[in-house]
């Protein structure tokens, strides 16, 4: 028997999945690995949800599903790797990825967080035949893919995916040039301050103690993110926890005092 996967009461896509039977609903945690996976179909109205797909006639749409291919991808399943041929593009459904790269020198860095609703992987879109980065799954996600070969047809017959992919370039290219400028002038508190920023903006869960930052993410991670080292992140998290600012744990972040955090970003004064 295969299941539609929705969201039952809820349309945010930032919310846990769950499966839908038959006059009820179970939560992803009820079941398997295994079994979710073999499981997953998505239901159309998962899909009109996004933005980016709000406008299409349900006929094109249908016709969107029907090449795609469902994937729920376990926490730290590689979904491509940097270099490999770009023969699908994708987009996040539910969870977190990362999306790293290996420098020249051997280095490795977090290029990009991939929040749900996200296109990723159009290497095409990009003029190249490979993919620039790997991506992980930071948590538990849901994924959808086509064939590149299909990238073509699917712009034509919907533009709004063309300007969606050229938002999500520049604005890739924004972020890439913010980091740079951080990474030139800023020490490296400030770095950290911003990145923590940016991820409570765009991954933030509210709590009564602060903002959760919804995925798990470690020390290594924001080290990777701001192009510094784990004995840096852990002093400066060390010192924001003592101030009150942040709450670490393995693998997890909550921000405490988000103005303050929003202060030390703004402040000119070196404290690395």
Same mark, same amino acid.
């Given at each position: ?32 690995? @295994?079994?979710?996976?073999? *499981? ?13 797909? @709000? ?12 090449? *795609? ?42 290029? +990009? ?14 003029? +190249? ?32 995916? *063309? ?11 924004? @972020?890439?040039?913010? $980091? ?9 508190? +400030? ?31 924001? #080290? @990777? ?13 060390? #010192? ?25 970003? $703004? ?6």
């Amino acid at each position: 028997m295969v299941l539609a996967l929705d969201f039952c009461h809820s349309s945010r896509l930032d919310v846990t999945f769950v499966i839908r039977l038959p006059g009820k609903c179970i939560k992803p945690d009820d079941m398997g690995l @295994e079994e979710r996976k073999s *499981a997953v179909k998505i239901d159309r109205r998962v899909i009109k949800s996004l933005p980016l797909f @709000e406008k299409m006639a349900d006929d094109e749409l249908d016709r969107l599903i029907a090449h *795609a291919n469902a994937r729920l991808v376990a926490q730290g399943e590689t979904i491509f790797e940097q270099g490999e041929p770009a023969d699908n593009f994708f987009l996040l459904l539910h969870g977190r990825l990362k999306v790293t790269q290996v420098t020249s020198d051997g280095q490795q860095i977090i290029v +990009r967080v991939v929040h749900p609703g996200d296109l990723f992987g159009f290497a095409k879109a990009l003029q +190249r035949n490979d993919y620039p980065g790997t991506a992980v799954a930071a948590a538990e996600s849901l994924t959808l893919s086509w064939p590149t070969d299909l990238w073509p047809d699917f712009v034509e017959h919907n533009p709004r995916l *063309a300007v969606s992919a050229m938002q999500t370039i520049g604005q890739r290219l924004e @972020e890439a040039h913010t $980091r740079i400028r951080e990474m030139s002038t800023q020490e490296v508190e +400030r770095r950290v301050a911003h990145t923590v920023l940016r991820l409570a903006r765009k991954a933030g869960r509210e709590e009564a103690d602060g903002i959760r930052i919804d995925f798990p993410i470690s020390r290594q991670d924001i #080290a @990777e993110m701001t192009g510094t080292t784990l004995h840096t992140v852990s002093r400066i998290f060390s #010192a924001w926890e003592t101030k009150g600012l942040v709450e670490g744990g393995r693998q997890k972040l909550l921000v405490r005092d988000l103005q303050g955090l929003e202060a030390l970003a $703004r402040s000119t004064r070196d404290n690395s």
